[in-house]
Structure formats: structure tokens, C-alpha cells
């Protein structure tokens, strides 16, 4: 779908998946049903998931296995989701937390 | 320095390089692993037991030049892409060398690549003279490709 | 809800999927969690043919020892639950634990736990090391070879070690540039063999080189190396830019040792292991008889010497709840005496030295 994916891989081959549409900041993007949020992103070209609560500086994802925090956004409504375990689905609501984020009732 | 680059340099590569009568016979394997590393595929994959381990698993492959028949099974079973077979004998001039490739796109037998020396220099513009890539060697393409006889020890790579 | 089990397994990677295959096959009713989607660890993500013994899937790919270790555990489907996407969250006293997956938080009582946690990337410290575009080398391998999604065009590793070199040319085969790869020591800290792989595809190594600070506002655009004396100090006026749009950090892993401070297991800091290790006997026993330990929570190794500890543990396991077993004693043999093989020779020096300083302790040495 986009540069950074790779379509034929030397050694590994990856199995054909569902394309959904999802919603980040309000632009429509496409990824793959399944595959992390924080993924999709990267591979729509967005590396800036969040700023910091305290400094503002622009944070990106760095484990990508639900260790480290760093990706962490509102998806759905649902502040803190760690994005690079949190599988993509149609329709999803994407959004960057301001500050620490808000709990809604 | 290997150590300090990942270049081999000319001194540290002499010893596993075969002498020059055997050379002079047709192909032979030349094993660059010269670090004691737990390692030993090799040893199984040579069908004639041309290669050796001292102590065990953590010693270097030693390859008796005279056993090896240059056959090149050995060379996708290297986890270190270590092994290569050169062939002096190939025509008056030219000589082969057959490397591990594990990239895309692979090429075909014919087309000519970039050869690249062992610190990624282009080195001129080499033909492909075979491909060998079954299901069993998993990837692990064996191109052999034909050089100028003086480069035998220097091209190390391609790049399609 | 709760569940009963007799050997609990936390983490399937290589070598909690080995102790529960163990503990299973011997006949231990057996639960393994993981917090993952999919279980095999950081294989999935391993496209590089192993190193090791041909006895012991030497020669080949990791992505298939993970396909293999999935197999084993099929096959004693019966006594062995594995539950995906669900973590560990808690060890209490009298052998219960908490669990929590997508849908709820349940109890697990046991008889006989191995804790195969792994570990978790360590970062670096240098300018402007949060930017977006600074990945640890397994968030890289997890984004490239299990979603298919390069990290960027151009990369600068940081680190030789064997994960630096390998996640290197893993980034080539996926068609990423590599600009460089930058070691503070004067030696290349992996395999020599690994390095001259990428040196030869054109990749340079910086040795005695650190990176001072990466360049970029919102997102990594470069990098500023330089020289570093022997002492690891920076050499004035060796200043290197290095045009790149992500950085890779490959600068070590620690054991991730949460629940064994939970259950009060004792701990040891053992620099040659990557920090604190539960401490364990050569039957991967903790201080908590009842709590096992294998693979990367007990020392920082690899893959293949965490399914022979795994094996161990998941035998040992068994006879604690069983009594002696032949067939345990047996599997314990033969991987006690690979694991003596692999770890001997100059490149095993550090992992002796470190699992040495650990049974002193346990006063096994």
C-alpha cells in the first residue's frame, strides 16, 4: 500500500490480509485488518503518535511489543492503548492523547 | 583488521586459503570462519568429510584442500555465509567463485551483476554462470559467478 | 474465574515453549501464557540460520524452530493449555497467581511455576534519543519480518553486537539502507562472520565510534558520531553527520525479572548475565522451590542454549510434583552436556563466567 511495505521478501512470505479503512486525526487512512495500530500508522508514514505531557516533544513507537509505553494513544475512545499490541479494525478511531489524556466517564 | 572492519585482510585469510597446486586442480571450498564460534553445520553438510573440527564445536572448521572436491553443498549450510568455492580452472584467464545470496531479485544464469569486493567497493561488472536455488537450500541461492583469475580472492559479493 | 494447574509456564518463547513441551510430554498437566498474539517468541521474527550444533537445529532458519517448537507443543495438546494474548500479572503466596487476557482477570493455583520472561531492550543515552524514528532492534524485527512494514528507507545501527549485525542485514534483505553501524569498543562486539556479511554488501562499521546526538525535530533526519578515546570519551573534532531517517538501538537486553521480585525469589546482579537474574541452581530452581526460571530471564544468551535450560526446567518441574522420573533424568542429561558444548570455546568466556558467579552463590561450584 505504501514504500515501506514490503511486497516480496527474500526469505519470509506474508500471508494476504483484509485491507479496512481507519481514522487518524481525522483523515481517513487504509491498513491491515489485524496488524497493530501503531504499525498501520508507520506504514501510512506517521511516526509521531504522541507528544510528551510535560516537554511537548514528539514521542514514536520503539518496542513494539507492549513493553515501553511510548505508543500509547486514544484509540476508540480509550486513552493509554498501547498501540503496537492493539490489533487494527474497520472503523477505528485514532487519536493522539493530549497531556496525561482524559478518562470519559 | 577483521576485528576491528569486518574486512579479512590478506594475512588473516592465508591460512584457510588452499596452496597453490590444489588451486591449480579445479574447485575447491575456501572457509573465511576464523573465529572459535559454537557452530558446526559445515561438518555434516560435506559429503566427502573434507572438513574438520579439533576439539569440537566451538573450533574452527579446518578443510583438508586435497579431500574437497570443490561439490559447494557446504556453502548454503553456513549460518555465517562464510564458505565460498572458487574454481582456477575454469578457462585460461577467468576463474568462478560460488557465494551464498540471500536477496532479491536473484539472478538468472547469463545476466551480468556488479561484483563487490570485501569492503562493498564495485569491482566491474561479472556474468552469472549458475544458480542454484532448490527448495532444499530454503532460500540460500548459490550463485557462481566467472572472474578474472587475479580476483578470485577479492570478489566476495554481487549486487543484481 | 480460576483455573488448576500442576507446572505453569509464563512466557512461550524458546524456552518456555521447551519446558512445557517437557513438562507435558512427561505427563505434567501443564498452562502456558504468553502475552503475545502468537507464541514462539522473538523466532517469529528470526530470518537467519542458526548457529550452533546440527544435533540441534543448527543451519536452521528461526522463524522454523519456532514452527517446530509450535509442532512439539501440538503434539501433547491434551495436557498442555496455552493461552495467547494473555500476561501474567501477579504471584501470591500459597502458588496462585493472577492472569489477565483481553477479556478478564483469572486465578491460577499451581503446583510448580518456570518463569521464561525473556527480556527487554535496553535504550542508550544520547541528544535528542526520543525522537520518533528510534527503535530498539527488536521493535525493527517485529515491524519488518512480522507486519511486513520497513522501519524507513535509510537506518544507522548503533551496537555489533550479534543482534546489532543481524537485525543489519535482516534490514538489507528488506530492502533498507544501512549507512553504518557504530561500536564504542575498538573491536566488533558480535560474530566476525556476521560482520563481514554486511561489510561486504558495503555496510561500514564505526568502531571506537559513539553517537553524540541524533538530528531532527519531529522525527530522526541524521546523526551526529564521532571518535571515542579508550577511555569512551568523545575525541574532539571527529565529528561525523550521517544523513538517515531512523536510528536502531542494539546496545543490550536485561532479564525482565518483575515476577520473581513479586514472589520474593532472590535476586543477583550479574553484569556478564545483563543485570539482576533470579538466582537459580543448575536445576533452574530458584530461591522459591516451587519457581523455576530458563531462557533469557536467567542470563542473557540466545535461543538454542534457552530451549536446553528450558528442557531442564520443565523436566525438573515435572519431578517436582511427580517424584523422579528416568525419562526426566535423561532429558536433563543431554542438555546439561549440549549446553556444556555450546558455551565452551572464547565466545562462551563471558556466559561461564557469569553462570559460574550464579551457582557459587547457590554453592553448586
Known amino acids: 500500500m505504501t514504500s515501506l511495505r514490503i511486497d516480496k521478501h527474500p526469505v519470509l512470505n506474508f500471508p494476504e490480509r483484509k485491507i479496512v479503512n481507519f481514522n487518524f486525526e481525522g483523515k481517513q487512512y487504509q491498513g491491515f485488518a489485524g496488524e497493530p495500530v501503531a504499525a498501520a500508522l508507520h506504514a501510512a508514514g506517521i511516526r509521531t503518535l504522541r507528544h510528551s505531557p510535560q516537554k511537548n516533544r514528539a514521542r514514536g513507537f520503539f518496542c513494539a511489543i507492549g513493553r515501553c509505553s511510548s505508543c500509547i494513544m486514544e484509540v476508540d475512545g480509550q486513552i493509554n492503548t498501547m498501540t503496537c499490541i492493539t490489533p487494527l479494525a474497520e472503523g477505528m478511531q485514532i487519536r493522539m492523547q493530549k497531556g496525561h489524556g482524559t478518562i470519559k466517564a | 583488521?577483521?576485528?576491528?572492519?569486518?574486512?579479512?585482510?590478506?594475512?588473516?585469510?592465508?591460512?584457510?586459503?588452499?596452496?597453490?597446486?590444489?588451486?591449480?586442480?579445479?574447485?575447491?571450498?575456501?572457509?573465511?570462519?576464523?573465529?572459535?564460534?559454537?557452530?558446526?553445520?559445515?561438518?555434516?553438510?560435506?559429503?566427502?568429510?573434507?572438513?574438520?573440527?579439533?576439539?569440537?564445536?566451538?573450533?574452527?572448521?579446518?578443510?583438508?584442500?586435497?579431500?574437497?572436491?570443490?561439490?559447494?553443498?557446504?556453502?548454503?549450510?553456513?549460518?555465517?555465509?562464510?564458505?565460498?568455492?572458487?574454481?582456477?580452472?575454469?578457462?585460461?584467464?577467468?576463474?568462478?567463485?560460488?557465494?551464498s545470496y540471500e536477496q532479491l531479485p536473484v539472478p538468472e544464469k547469463g545476466q551480468e551483476v556488479t561484483a563487490l569486493d570485501r569492503s562493498g567497493k564495485d569491482v566491474g561488472k561479472v556474468k552469472v554462470v549458475r544458480v542454484v536455488n532448490p527448495p532444499g537450500y530454503d532460500h540460500t541461492a548459490v550463485i557462481t559467478i566467472e572472474v578474472p583469475a587475479d580476483q578470485v580472492n577479492n570478489i566476495r559479493a554481487i549486487r543484481v | 474465574m480460576s483455573r488448576n494447574t500442576e507446572v505453569f509456564v509464563i512466557g512461550g518463547g524458546p524456552a518456555?515453549?521447551?519446558?512445557?513441551?517437557?513438562?507435558?510430554?512427561?505427563?505434567?498437566?501443564?498452562?502456558?501464557?504468553?502475552?503475545?498474539?502468537?507464541?514462539?517468541?522473538?523466532?517469529?521474527?528470526?530470518?537467519?540460520?542458526?548457529f550452533g550444533s546440527s544435533n540441534r537445529?543448527?543451519?536452521?532458519?528461526?522463524?522454523?524452530?519456532?514452527?517446530?517448537?509450535?509442532?512439539?507443543?501440538?503434539?501433547?495438546?491434551?495436557?498442555?493449555?496455552?493461552?495467547?494474548?494473555?500476561?501474567?500479572?501477579?504471584?501470591?503466596?500459597?502458588?496462585?497467581?493472577?492472569?489477565?487476557?483481553?477479556?478478564?482477570?483469572?486465578?491460577?493455583?499451581?503446583?510448580?511455576?518456570?518463569?521464561?520472561?525473556?527480556?527487554?531492550?535496553?535504550?542508550?543515552?544520547?541528544?535528542?534519543?526520543?525522537?520518533?524514528?528510534?527503535?530498539?532492534?527488536?521493535?525493527?524485527?517485529?515491524?519488518?519480518?512480522?507486519?511486513?512494514?520497513?522501519?524507513?528507507?535509510?537506518?544507522?545501527?548503533?551496537?555489533?553486537?550479534?543482534?546489532?549485525?543481524?537485525?543489519?542485514?535482516?534490514?538489507?534483505?528488506?530492502?533498507?539502507?544501512?549507512?553504518?553501524v557504530v561500536e564504542g569498543m575498538p573491536t566488533i562486539g558480535g560474530y566476525l562472520v556476521h560482520a563481514s556479511k554486511i561489510r561486504r554488501l558495503g555496510v561500514p562499521i564505526y568502531t571506537s565510534h559513539t553517537i553524540l546526538k541524533?538530528?531532527?525535530?519531529?522525527?530522526?533526519?541524521?546523526?551526529?558520531?564521532?571518535?571515542?578515546d579508550e577511555k569512551f570519551q568523545p575525541v574532539p573534532n571527529t565529528e561525523l553527520e550521517i544523513k538517515c531517517d531512523c536510528i536502531c538501538l542494539a546496545v543490550g537486553l536485561t532479564p525482565l525479572i518483575d515476577l520473581f521480585q513479586q514472589a520474593q525469589c532472590r535476586m543477583v546482579h550479574v553484569g556478564e548475565l545483563g543485570g539482576l537474574v533470579p538466582l537459580h541452581d543448575s536445576a533452574m530452581r530458584t530461591t522459591n522451590p516451587d519457581i523455576f526460571v530458563a531462557g533469557d530471564a536467567s542470563g542473557i544468551e540466545e535461543a538454542t542454549t534457552a530451549i536446553l535450560a528450558g528442557r531442564i526446567a520443565g523436566a525438573r518441574a515435572y519431578e517436582t510434583i511427580h517424584g523422579k522420573s528416568p525419562q526426566a533424568e535423561a532429558i536433563v542429561a543431554e542438555a546439561r552436556e549440549e549446553l556444556r558444548t555450546l558455551r565452551s570455546g572464547s565466545t562462551g568466556e563471558r556466559i561461564r563466567w557469569g553462570r559460574e558467579r550464579v551457582l557459587k552463590e547457590v554453592g553448586e561450584c
Open chain 2, 1 to 99: 583488521m577483521l576485528k576491528n572492519d569486518g574486512i579479512i585482510s590478506p594475512e588473516e585469510l592465508s591460512p584457510v586459503v588452499p596452496p597453490a597446486d590444489r588451486l591449480a586442480r579445479g574447485p575447491v571450498a575456501i572457509i573465511e570462519c576464523l573465529q572459535d564460534i559454537p557452530c558446526d553445520p559445515c561438518v555434516s553438510a560435506c559429503p566427502v568429510k573434507a572438513i574438520k573440527m579439533k576439539e569440537g564445536i566451538t573450533d574452527r572448521p579446518l578443510l583438508e584442500f586435497d579431500t574437497c572436491t570443490g561439490c559447494g553443498l557446504c556453502i548454503p549450510k553456513c549460518p555465517g555465509l562464510a564458505i565460498f568455492v572458487v574454481n582456477m580452472k575454469h578457462t585460461p584467464g577467468m576463474a568462478t567463485v560460488s557465494m
Open chain 3, 16 to 50: 518456555g515453549l521447551s519446558a512445557a513441551h517437557v513438562a507435558a510430554k512427561l505427563g505434567a498437566k501443564t498452562l502456558l501464557v504468553d502475552d503475545s498474539a502468537r507464541v514462539g517468541g522473538q523466532l517469529i521474527k528470526q530470518t537467519h540460520r542458526f
Open chain 3, 57 to 180: 537445529d543448527a543451519g536452521i532458519r528461526g522463524v522454523t524452530i519456532a514452527e517446530k517448537l509450535q509442532q512439539d507443543i501440538e503434539e501433547v495438546s491434551d495436557r498442555l493449555t496455552v493461552l495467547e494474548n494473555t500476561a501474567a500479572v501477579g504471584f501470591y503466596h500459597n502458588k496462585e497467581a493472577g492472569i489477565l487476557s483481553q477479556k478478564a482477570y483469572e486465578r491460577v493455583t499451581y503446583q510448580a511455576a518456570i518463569v521464561c520472561t525473556g527480556a527487554t531492550e535496553n535504550s542508550l543515552a544520547f541528544d535528542n534519543n526520543d525522537l520518533p524514528g528510534i527503535y530498539g532492534a527488536g521493535g525493527v524485527q517485529t515491524l519488518m519480518n512480522v507486519h511486513g512494514i520497513r522501519p524507513g528507507q535509510k537506518i544507522l545501527m548503533v551496537g555489533s553486537g550479534n543482534i546489532g549485525l543481524i537485525v543489519s542485514y535482516q534490514l538489507i534483505q528488506a530492502g533498507v539502507e544501512v549507512v553504518g
Open chain 3, 214 to 228: 541524533a538530528l531532527g525535530s519531529d522525527g530522526v533526519t541524521g546523526a551526529m558520531l564521532s571518535r571515542v
